[in-house]
């Protein structure tokens, strides 16, 4: 774990110059450039609101807003891990030329990826006072939900690193997972009030996404405290794999190049 | 200073391929984790300003040490040690994020190498210049060039001076320009005296050129770790001898390996241009014998070789499917020496027949170039001997052969000659057609015999053409076309041939035999295709300008008078020999040539031959 923190400081300048390198390239070649990190949420929403209210008729306080944070929050989520599977291929070039530690790759993804969800959530506290959203203390909430969603992320994205190499077709898997998640954490309907009773308490106590997101949720729309106790086993969780996570892609990271 | 310290390092590759899920899900055996150690406890030092050549062959683990020092590798175990600050590794291939552009790849590469951002900004515009890329910086990477691609990474790494360069076979890049300023910078790159260098080459006069100290690695191993022109000569001197250990051990381990097989045939030809016998078998066998394994040797890969046939094998020579063939193969047929080519042993049951080019011919093989050498080591070899006269049977007993038995049944080349008038006619029409010479047209073949140089330029002149044409014209009436044909080593130009109309070089023509059907009469001086010739009844003649100091150095078997040509030593007696040439006389003389010689030849020797290999094989 020392070499972590020692790498930490040492690619600091480099994570932050490919992060902003590579959000650059992304949008360089796209004519409303960086709009889009505003208008790919913002349409998205407009999609799982129509699907929600139009085609199911049901809806939520909110609803737009409600769709938003659970889409923006799993899509860091899902996007940083479905990269991370396939990371080390798509890095081939380089890691076979230079050493670079793994995890600064994953850094770099969580960077972008955080990047465009702090974007939508600036949006968001745009569209609090739109919508005449009650605003409360209970806000302040989502700063310790940021940080377990990160740590989560993370721990996840280093073990699918380390499992994608090995894996060649891990990514097709992944992404099959990935959506039955997606349906699973309640991103564009109410879990408490669209499951069945004792599963949708399963659901949202044993899925870590369904419940940070419901968590971001309730702290910036409803005035809703958040339950503390799962949130912080959550992150006990998060920290675990991160660092059972760390600790396998140093033992085997330099035998990645002899797989590929 | 010590730059680099590498102790007791071992590097394997564990073979824990990537795999696809449903191997892993339904192999019950734990995926195969073959271990395959590709450096294997080396140790070594190198001292801060060193220049450093690796050399071994391919596999010996020159890169993967290259690469571990870099760190991109880890050790097994070992150690490795790089003091003071930054390692590069330019190898071929680059290693740039394709979507980035080329100025972002440029601080990134920079980052990685260990520079911090302001270094780079500080460099980055002569990285830029010394690229000559302009404009392209700023465009994503992957719309460069392959090009332009190895030119920004050599840039990078020329212009980014680190520490410690290592190098993995590439010294410069790019086009010609580009090169030589690329090579420059790097010699002066590698020649500065605090700058740590290893440079990965299999090019002996760079590593001559350039370094200081040579280590040298075979299969993971250092064999020798020194000073550069004494760990060369070492090197050169083991891959030679490993190469001839590779090539005996191959022939000692298909003698052992493989058995003979009763129904396997191995034809071993002289490509020489007069060598029509093993082609004319061969073309039989696939006819008559389906059940046979034939096999043919080449001698270079891509051999031409006029056969068609999906049933025919060909082996490269010393391949080890040709050791297997030499070895499994119930009968071989060489039409020469070759199988002294190779210091083979026979297996028991496997027999060697030979073919003799000469037959009737005049030289006496003995005094052949490398005769005696080869022909005692083929003698010991051959089972039977293949002749078509008491002559030729002579020839074989009074030289090298005098243990092997004689078969007296004729040579396959000559079958063609006794074929049905049809067949030989479609031959004629095919040449004609190919040489497009008008039917009307008399055809006179000259192929003289094979000389060394220096004889050549001494005493050889080659009769006029012109002249011979005008003489032959004269005698038979018809317009004459000259066909030109000299040994295969003979380096004769026939000057002439092919401006002045009506002399044709006919050099490139696959058999003589098809070249001899086609013409209407023959010249040579001593080669012996001139006695094939006779079984077609048309007239010969013999120019030989050189006769006495031929034969004094190649010995004849019987003087040239006894031959039924009429000899000629200039273009005088050639035209007097043309005027007065008489085709009864002709006729007589031949037959009691033939008939003194003992020849048996009929057209069957294919037949009788193939029938001789069935009774073998059984």
Not at chain 1, 3 to 15: A, M
Not at chain 1, 196 to 212: D, E
Not at chain 2, 594 to 618: Q, Y
């Amino acid at each position: 774990m020392k070499k972590f923190f020692n790498d930490l400081k040492h690619y600091k300048s480099y994570i932050l110059y490919a992060t902003k390198a590579n959000l650059k390239a992304e949008v360089a070649s796209s004519y409303l450039n960086w709009l889009w990190w505003i208008l790919d949420p913002l349409l998205f929403m407009l999609v799982y609101s129509f699907v929600a209210l139009v085609v199911f008729g049901k809806g939520e306080p909110f609803f737009p807003l409600y769709v938003f944070i659970g889409l923006n929050t799993w899509n860091f989520f899902s996007k940083t891990v479905n990269k991370s599977v396939r990371m080390i291929r798509s890095y081939k070039g380089i890691i076979s030329k230079v050493y670079i530690p793994k995890y600064v790759l994953i850094l770099i993804t969580i960077m972008e990826n955080l990047f465009k969800m702090t974007v939508a959530y600036s949006l968001i506290l745009i569209m609090i006072p739109i919508y005449r959203v009650p605003i409360s203390w209970y806000l302040f909430n989502i700063i310790p939900l940021f940080i377990t969603l990160i740590v989560f992320t993370f721990g996840c994205s280093c073990l699918m690193l380390h499992a994608g190499v090995y894996l060649s077709d891990l990514s097709n898997i992944i992404k099959v997972v990935l959506k039955l998640a997606f349906y699973m954490s309640g991103i564009f309907f109410n879990i408490k009030r669209n499951v069945p009773k004792p599963y949708s308490t399963y659901l949202l106590r044993i899925n870590p996404m369904a419940f940070l997101i419901n968590g971001f949720r309730d702290s910036l729309l409803y005035s809703h405290m958040i339950e503390y106790g799962i949130l912080f086993i959550i992150f006990v969780i998060g920290c675990i794999i991160s660092v059972i996570g760390i600790r396998t892609i140093i033992n085997h990271e330099n035998n990645y190049v002899k797989v590929i | 200073m010590n730059a680099i310290e590498v102790r007791d390092l071992h590097i394997s590759y564990k073979t824990v391929k990537a795999q696809a899920i449903k191997k892993t899900f339904f192999s019950l055996k734990k995926s195969s984790t073959e271990k395959y150690e590709a450096v294997k406890g080396v140790s070594f030092d190198v001292k801060k300003g060193e220049i450093i050549g690796l050399i071994g062959k391919n596999g010996s683990g020159k890169s993967t040490l290259l690469r571990s020092i870099a760190g991109i590798f880890s050790p097994d175990s070992g150690s490795i040690e790089t003091k003071g600050g930054n390692v590069s590794l330019l190898s071929i291939g680059v290693g740039f994020q394709n979507e980035l552009t080329g100025k972002d790849n440029i601080f990134l590469s920079g980052l990685l190498m260990g520079f911090s951002k302001e270094q780079i900004e500080e460099k980055y515009d002569e990285i830029v210049r010394f690229s000559e890329l302009g404009n392209f910086i700023n465009a994503p990477v992957k719309t460069y060039s392959s090009g332009m691609h190895s030119k920004l990474a050599f840039s990078i790494t020329a212009v980014l001076e680190a520490e410690i360069m290592l190098i993995d076979e590439v010294l410069s890049v790019g086009d010609r320009k580009f090169k030589k300023k690329s090579y420059a910078k790097m010699q002066e790159l590698i020649f500065h005296e605090d700058r740590t260098v290893m440079i990965v080459s299999h090019s002996s006069e760079t590593i001559k050129k350039l370094c200081t100290r040579v280590i040298w690695l075979n299969d993971g191993v250092i064999m020798a770790d020194g000073e550069t022109a004494e760990t060369l000569k070492k090197y050169h001197e083991y891959m030679d001898n490993q190469e001839a250990i590779m090539a005996k051990s191959d022939k000692d381990y298909w003698y052992h390996k493989v058995k003979v097989k009763n129904n396997q045939i191995l034809l071993y030809p002289t490509y020489a241009r007069y060598c029509d016998d093993l082609r004319y078998l061969c073309r039989y066998m696939l006819e008559h014998c389906p059940e046979w394994e034939i096999i043919w040797v080449m001698r270079r890969k891509n051999q031409k070789i006029d056969i068609v046939s999906d049933r025919l094998r060909l082996v490269l020579e010393k391949t080890p499917e040709y050791y297997r063939a030499i070895y499994s193969s119930k009968i071989i047929v060489d039409d020469g020496v070759n199988i002294t080519r190779e210091d083979i042993k026979k297996q028991t049951g496997q027999k060697i027949y030979k073919i003799l080019k000469g037959s009737l011919g005049i030289k006496d093989i003995r005094k052949h170039a490398d005769a005696v050498r080869k022909g005692v080591r083929s003698a010991k070899l051959v089972d039977y001997c293949i002749s078509n006269s008491t002559f030729e049977t002579e020839v074989y007993r009074g030289s090298f052969w005098k243990n092997s038995e004689i078969l007296e049944c004729g040579h396959p080349r000559n079958d063609i000659l006794f074929a049905e008038e049809q067949v030989k006619q479609r031959i004629r029409d095919k040449v004609r057609k190919f040489y497009e010479i008008p039917e009307e047209n008399l055809i006179v073949l000259y192929a003289p015999t094979y000389r060394e140089k220096s004889m050549l330029e001494e005493q050889v002149k080659n009769p006029d053409f012109d002249k011979l044409r005008e003489m032959f014209s004269k005698r038979f009436g018809r317009n004459v076309s000259i066909f030109l044909r000299a040994h295969r080593k003979d380096k004769r130009r026939w000057v002439g041939a092919g401006k002045t109309e009506g002399i044709i070089n006919v050099g490139a023509y696959p058999e003589i035999t098809e070249l001899m059907l086609a013409c209407d009469v023959g010249i040579t001086d001593y080669s012996s295709w001139i006695y094939d010739f006779l079984f077609l009844g048309k007239p010969g003649f013999i120019y030989a300008p050189d006769m006495e100091i031929y034969q004094k150095k190649r010995g004849f078997y019987y003087p040239l008078r006894e031959t039924p040509f009429s000899v000629a030593k200039d273009m005088e007696d050639m035209e007097k020999s043309i005027i007065e040439f008489n085709e009864d006389d002709y006729k007589k003389k031949t037959e009691e040539f033939l008939d003194k010689k003992g020849c048996i030849e009929a057209g069957t020797a294919c037949k009788s031959l193939v029938e001789i290999f069935r009774n073998e094989m059984k």
